[in-house]
């Protein structure tokens, strides 16, 4: 028999073997998901019995507010502990499939970390240079103003100059 027939359908003829080590991890999380799935059902069971049960009581106790308000928040807490639990052992089973079909990958979050923190790197010495830019075309068009009325400040001192020339030639007449 050849090497390829010995390899299983799913593995990919490049790709090693799985190690021990892989076999426990999966192994300790699929324990892990399973009981956490098993205590979220449980917990549940548990908050609808004792819905069940204390409906009576509270129905049949309803004018005392403080038992009431008890049970509210104990079934409440079950509820988001049994949710909880739920969304962990989810979160545990999508983790396995991703782990086991090769999508996850070790430096994956350090590598986006570091590609955020360079493009934030990079935004942020663009704004400098365009601030400095701005600053810049600021100094100048205040330069320009101010040399503009200073100019205009001498145009009109010239045309002040020439219309009392003209009203003195007028006076003459």
């Known amino acids: 028999m050849s090497d390829d027939q010995l390899r299983p359908i799913t593995q990919k003829p490049n790709e090693p073997s799985p190690t021990s080590r892989h076999s426990i991890m999966l192994l300790t999380t699929s324990a ?3 009981a956490l799935l098993f205590l979220s059902g449980l917990t549940l069971t548990g908050t609808v019995i004792s819905l069940v049960i204390a409906t009576p009581v509270l129905i049949l106790f309803s004018p005392i507010l403080f038992q009431t308000g008890i049970i509210i928040f104990l079934a ?3 509820f988001l502990f049994s949710g909880g639990c739920g969304v962990a052992a989810a979160t545990a089973a999508a983790w396995l499939y991703n ?3 090769g999508k ?3 430096g994956a979050m350090a590598e986006q970390l570091d590609y ?3 493009r934030i790197a990079s935004r942020a010495r663009d704004m400098r240079e365009r601030a400095r ?3 810049q075309k600021m ?3 205040k330069a320009q103003s101010q040399e503009e009325f200073h100019l205009s400040q001498i145009y009109q001192e010239g045309l002040l100059k020439l219309q009392a020339k003209n009203m003195r030639r007028l006076v003459n007449y």
């Open 32 to 34: 892990i998901g399973a």
């Open 76 to 78: 409440t807490a079950g």
């Open 99 to 101: 782990y086991i079909a």
């Open 104 to 106: 996850w990958r070790r």
């Open 116 to 118: 955020a923190r360079m």
């Open 133 to 135: 830019e701005y600053g």
């Open 139 to 141: 100094q100048q068009n």
